[in-house]
């Protein structure tokens, strides 16, 4: 607040957990999400309950006192160790930050003199991200999962697109085999783990609807993970409602 003074902070990016779930193990989509998207890394993304205290309390502390600051902040959660793999398909640790440090500066384009420690660098690449994921219009890694639970309001997790081949998660029937393929070829669309073109995924079958429009089922979007209802019917066609222009989602 000192450092801002009289202007209003638009976006804030923290490395840290800033939602929560009452998953088993307090697993969150946006961890498993991460986790399946890259592999090489995916031990760096840790079961929540298991996280040390700055991770699981500090951040969400730092996130509670800036919305009771500036109620309109937007508070986006980042992942910079992953993100920089996702970006540079190389790792880096804390001790040996130097050639990541040299990377990002010609990536972003930014004075990185100043930065010498790989903490420095985390927070440099939280900052980058909230700016580029706001202007850019990244999806948000937030789903509306009835486990998740949200104590400093409304959050992101933006996040740039992920590669094809590791972000839909696919079990196509061109490389699955026997009994699997077989029973997706039966049930078409409707088979669970079915993608379309658009990238959304069938996960599960919901309530029957009642009406003439047929049997709902739970799909979830290959890009930012969001899950909505849809129609039987719509399911071969569908975009994403949350970053891909699609049709509101049906409640299920």
Same mark, same amino acid.
């Given at each position: ?10 976006? !804030? ?36 309950? #298991? ?11 730092? !996130? ?88 400093? #309001? ?91 222009? #699609? ?6």
């Amino acid at each position: 607040q000192r450092e801002c003074g009289s202007t209003e902070p638009r976006a !804030a990016g923290i490395d840290a957990m800033l939602h929560w779930s009452d998953a088993p193990g307090g697993w969150r989509p946006s961890d498993k999400r991460l986790r399946d998207a890259y592999p090489p890394v995916r031990s760096s993304v840790l079961s929540p309950n #298991g996280l040390y205290g700055a991770m699981a309390i500090g951040g969400m502390a730092l !996130a509670l006192r800036l919305r009771a600051l500036w109620p309109n902040i937007l508070l986006n959660e980042t992942h910079p160790k992953v993100l920089a793999f996702a970006l540079r398909q190389e790792r880096h640790t804390d001790l040996e930050p130097t050639a990541a440090i040299t990377w990002f500066a010609q990536h972003s384009g930014l004075d990185l003199a100043g930065v010498r420690t790989g903490h420095e660098l985390d927070a440099v690449l939280s900052a980058w991200a909230t700016r580029e994921g706001l202007y850019k219009g990244w999806a948000t890694l937030v789903t509306h999962h009835p486990s998740l639970i949200f104590p400093a #309001g409304p959050v992101d997790y933006l996040w740039p697109a992920f590669p094809v081949a590791q972000s839909t998660d696919i079990r196509s029937p061109t490389v699955q085999t026997g009994t699997a393929r077989t029973a997706r070829a039966k049930q078409g669309t409707t088979a669970i783990g079915y993608i379309n073109r658009n990238r959304q995924e069938v996960t599960g079958h919901a309530a029957e609807s009642g009406d003439d429009h047929g049997r709902m089922y739970v799909l979830r979007c290959g890009v930012c993970s969001h899950e909505y209802g849809c129609y039987d019917s719509d399911i071969f066609q569908r975009r994403c409602p949350n970053h891909d222009r #699609g049709a509101p989602g049906q409640a299920y």
